[in-house]
């Protein structure tokens, strides 16, 4: 309701004019300052959906390709509410809710962030529908913002950064890296963790991270004491078209063994990744490593650029994988990403992307576009897709 709108509240005293001026003249007085307080608090509602219709092969021996409308290759369709109250004295409240969904069916996503859920049988948690994107509260004041809930690790902004199509859009993306940690939970995202973002200083800002994991006291049928803890820090220096980051974290992963299975113990990973990205006039270009250690080793190299030219861009990036193999001979796979985008409006795309990874005789990794992935059929395999889609921001 505009607050300017009221006054016929007092016209109809207009014999008491005095009291009616007096009566006017608190009403503004109040609505203005109503309305102050309430643009100091905003929330807002933002997203994207994306869809296209790909031709894909997974490499299977007799398999034929598959045609289909999918939903994730140019970007995750999901929506979320933002919200921010200023407090005064540089300081305000603010928090984040996110949620992702399959634009061709409509259904929510899935994931596995009950830590606590998690049993000898599923040692990673019951999978569950929700604000699986992020969900967090917090602070920002002069020296930093702070956060709880479920957020985004300190390699999820290493990756997104350095990646030749930032935000880790289409396929042959930055995240193959993720095949080496069984997918993005407890190491893009992760759950009931406390986070620390400093303010931007010479071009430079640092992140931190402690994660509580599983939160579970430990005892027969429940995650060992401290699974799933977490801790991570990173940074970036971006100025002047460069961006350079780096971050290392550590999570404690849940053992099992034995039939029926059982809880044995828990083993840590370590994650390392530095990247860097440089844009010069129309064109980009991007390297860097990724590497993980324990419970198995393996690593993720990549290499790419982009070249703009009036509403159109195309894209190019390839990545070289391997992994630890106990049984036999390395992984290995090329994953290579080819794409064009065409800007039809500020928030409107239009996309044609291909994707392909090579795999050795005992490599079976996937091919990746944002939000979906395309599986190896069998070792060896070579899973290869091509994509024409839209996406539009809101």
Same mark, same amino acid.
């Given at each position: 309701? /505009?607050?300017?709108?009221?006054?016929?509240?007092?016209?109809?005293?207009?014999?008491?004019?005095?009291?009616?001026?007096?009566?006017? &003249?608190?009403?503004?007085?109040?609505?203005?300052? #109503?309305?102050?307080?309430?643009?100091?608090? @905003?929330?807002? &509602?933002?997203?994207?959906?994306?869809?296209?219709?790909?031709? =894909?092969?997974?490499?299977?021996?007799?398999?034929?390709?598959?045609?289909?409308?999918?939903?994730?290759?140019?970007?995750?369709?999901?929506?979320?509410?933002?919200?921010?109250?200023?407090?005064? +004295?540089?300081?305000?409240?603010?928090?984040?809710?996110?949620?992702?969904?399959?634009?061709?069916?409509?259904? =929510?996503?899935?994931?596995?962030?009950?830590?606590?859920?998690?049993?000898?049988?599923?040692?990673?948690?019951?999978?569950?529908?929700?604000?699986?994107?992020?969900?967090?509260?917090?602070?920002?004041?002069?020296?930093?913002?702070?956060?709880?809930?479920?957020?985004?690790?300190?390699?999820?902004?290493? #990756?997104?950064?350095?990646?030749?199509?930032?935000?880790?859009?289409? &396929?042959?993306?930055?995240?193959?890296?993720? =095949?080496?940690?069984?997918?993005?939970?407890?190491?893009?995202? /992760?759950?009931?963790?406390?986070?620390?973002?400093?303010?931007?200083?010479?071009?430079?800002?640092?992140?931190?991270?402690?994660?509580?994991? @599983?939160?579970?006291?430990?005892?027969?049928?429940?995650?060992?004491?401290?699974?799933?803890?977490?801790?991570?820090? +990173? +940074?970036?220096?971006?100025?002047?078209?460069?961006?350079?980051?780096?971050?290392?974290?550590?999570?404690?992963?849940?053992?099992?063994?034995?039939?029926?299975?059982?809880?044995?113990?828990?083993? /840590?990973?370590?994650?390392? #990744?530095? !990247?860097?990205?440089?844009?010069?006039?129309?064109?980009?270009?991007?390297?860097?490593?990724?590497?993980?250690?324990?419970?198995?080793? !393996?690593?993720?190299?990549?290499?790419?650029? @982009?070249?703009?030219?009036?509403?159109?861009?195309?894209?190019?990036?390839?990545?070289?994988?391997?992994?630890? /193999?106990?049984?036999?001979?390395?992984?290995? !796979?090329? @994953?290579?990403?080819?794409?064009?985008?065409?800007?039809?409006?500020?928030?409107?795309?239009?996309?044609?992307?291909?994707?392909?990874?090579?795999?050795?005789?005992?490599?079976?990794?996937?091919?990746?576009?944002?939000?979906?992935?395309?599986?190896?059929?069998?070792?060896?395999?070579?899973?290869? #897709?091509?994509?024409?889609?839209?996406?539009?921001?809101?």
């Amino acid at each position: 309701m /505009n607050n300017t709108q009221r006054p016929p509240m007092i016209s109809h005293r207009h014999r008491v004019r005095g009291r009616a001026t007096a009566g006017a &003249l608190a009403c503004a007085t109040l609505a203005l300052g #109503a309305s102050g307080a309430f643009a100091q608090g @905003s929330v807002t &509602l933002y997203g994207n959906v994306d869809a296209s219709v790909v031709s =894909s092969r997974s490499g299977a021996p007799g398999v034929g390709a598959l045609t289909a409308v999918t939903s994730g290759i140019g970007s995750s369709s999901h929506w979320g509410l933002r919200g921010v109250e200023d407090l005064g +004295g540089g300081m305000k409240a603010l928090f984040q809710l996110e949620m992702g969904f399959d634009l061709d069916t409509g259904a =929510s996503k899935q994931y596995t962030g009950d830590y606590g859920s998690a049993t000898p049988a599923a040692p990673t948690g019951t999978a569950v529908a929700g604000f699986n994107r992020r969900s967090a509260v917090g602070l920002e004041t002069p020296y930093g913002t702070v956060t709880l809930g479920r957020d985004y690790t300190p390699l999820f902004y290493t #990756a997104v950064t350095t990646d030749t199509i930032r935000g880790a859009q289409y &396929l042959g993306n930055i995240q193959l890296l993720t =095949s080496l940690l069984g997918g993005p939970e407890r190491s893009a995202r /992760n759950s009931n963790v406390l986070t620390y973002t400093s303010p931007i200083i010479g071009g430079f800002r640092a992140r931190a991270a402690y994660g509580l994991g @599983s939160e579970s006291p430990g005892g027969a049928g429940r995650p060992p004491r401290d699974t799933n803890k977490f801790i991570g820090v +990173g +940074g970036e220096y971006i100025g002047g078209g460069l961006t350079v980051s780096g971050s290392l974290q550590q999570v404690k992963l849940a053992l099992t063994a034995g039939t029926p299975a059982a809880f044995t113990g828990i083993a /840590n990973r370590t994650d390392m #990744a530095l !990247g860097t990205r440089y844009v010069f006039g129309n064109y980009s270009a991007s390297v860097g490593h990724f590497r993980v250690n324990g419970p198995v080793d !393996g690593s993720d190299t990549w290499l790419g650029g @982009s070249v703009a030219f009036g509403a159109s861009t195309v894209y190019a990036q390839v990545q070289r994988i391997r992994q630890d /193999n106990p049984n036999g001979a390395e992984r290995r !796979g090329t @994953s290579l990403g080819l794409t064009y985008t065409y800007n039809l409006s500020r928030r409107t795309i239009a996309y044609t992307s291909f994707g392909r990874t090579s795999n050795n005789a005992t490599g079976q990794f996937a091919l990746l576009g944002n939000d979906v992935a395309f599986a190896a059929g069998a070792p060896g395999a070579t899973p290869r #897709a091509v994509a024409i889609g839209v996406r539009h921001s809101f």
